[in-house]
């Protein structure tokens, strides 16, 4: 049934990306994600904390903003990468972005992130997707029907996951992945061999290694078979090693190539039964640009590939009638068009 809301712009109407004239390599609009962002007054405004149950002795953290008539808007769940979490700027714009235009938003902290490390005494990987699966049956049996998903890097990559393993029944209406790693192991070879990435390998690094350290106080526990483990040091300089070392032994793996095969969403796209777009960056310095295309993908999937934006940045020149902060938009904008029921898949940008 018609909601009211404009289709899904067609191809001709799709409004393309063009770049902040400060920041059109890769990279610079990768690290603007990290800059302060300037939010609306009450944009991080939660109405309910909710700690869910994933398993036995796993919660996670989850931050709700309802609309006045719950059950008669739209749910939009979104999911964080790596090093973000529910409160991070990008996570809280797009959610007060959504909020305005009448969805209820539903922000998931993946376990131990955000300060949450004490929730669980498991660690996290990249494919994990019984986070999701949880807060999905939980606002299912909250009477939610009109559920969407918009992630983001990693948490795009789960998602992904989560709809192919699902298949037809999967409690989701559309997705929108932004800047997935759906091959692990390729991303994780360009993350350590590329040189010009070793900023973003020591940031990644520092955060895995501090977040081990808090739950070892917190839980009381070693997580890596090596009290001091040289993860920032020449020689063990490496997102695969500290995969090899922590990653894959605490998941059961056999080692950091093995975890990457089965978290990779890529070969679970021939499987996806819901309308979904995968937007890539052509100049994205973490995810290889091709990867998503040499997969197999069901005729519901659609690639959006644009030329810059950089990984997750895309922030472009101001319009008179929206922000910088296109991907957002565009996000939003594709999901509304869903929602009119109308057939959006020969969408492209």
């Keep these: 049934m018609a909601t009211g809301r404009r289709p899904t712009p067609r191809p001709s109407e799709l409004r393309p990306f063009r770049p902040h004239a400060l920041l059109r390599g890769g990279h610079a609009q990768t690290l603007v994600t990290s800059l ?3 939010l609306a007054k009450g944009a991080g405004h939660v109405d309910e904390h909710l700690l869910l149950d994933v398993e036995p002795g796993t919660q996670v953290r989850v931050l ?6 719950i059950a008669e808007a739209p749910t939009l769940v ?3 990468g790596l090093v973000g979490h529910a409160e991070t700027s990008y996570m809280v714009g797009l959610a007060d972005k959504a909020w305005s235009k009448g969805w209820n938003t539903v922000r998931l ?6 300060g949450t490390e004490g929730l669980t005494d498991t660690l996290y990987h ?3 997707t019984a986070d999701l699966r949880a807060l999905l049956r939980h606002l299912e049996e909250q009477g939610h029907e009109d559920i969407h998903l918009i992630g983001y890097s990693i948490g795009g990559n789960q998602l992904l996951k989560y709809l192919g393993e699902e298949g037809e029944k999967a409690s989701v209406r559309s997705s929108v992945a932004i800047c997935p790693p759906v091959d692990l192991s390729a991303s994780a070879r360009l993350l350590d061999e590329k040189p010009s990435n070793r900023i973003y390998l020591a940031n990644f690094l520092f955060y895995l290694s501090q977040t081990l350290k808090r739950k070892e106080k917190l839980l009381g526990r070693r997580y890596s078979p090596d009290p001091r483990p040289s993860l920032l040091r020449k020689g063990g300089y490496s997102i695969r090693r500290f995969d090899d ?3 894959a032994p605490h998941f059961g793996f056999q080692n950091a190539e093995d975890y990457y095969r089965v978290g990779s969403s890529g070969p679970w796209l021939a499987k996806i039964t819901v309308p979904t777009w995968i937007l890539i960056a052509e100049n994205d310095p973490l995810i290889p ?3 998503a295309a040499s997969f197999a993908r069901s005729e519901r999937v ?8 950089g990984h997750c940045g895309f922030l472009g020149r101001k319009q008179p009638d929206e922000d910088r902060y296109w991907v957002e938009n565009r996000a939003l904008e594709i999901l509304e068009g869903q929602r009119d029921g109308r057939d959006s898949q020969g969408l492209r940008l």
């Design 78 to 80: 979104l999911l964080h």
């Design 302 to 309: 659609q690639l959006l590939s644009v030329a810059g934006g």
């Design 109 to 114: 902290n993946l376990r131990n992130y955000g």
């Design 64 to 69: 709700c903003r309802w609309q006045p008539a």
């Design 245 to 247: 070392l922590i990653t």
């Design 126 to 128: 990249s494919g994990l």
């Design 36 to 38: 302060p962002r300037r």
């Design 289 to 291: 640009s091709k990867s």
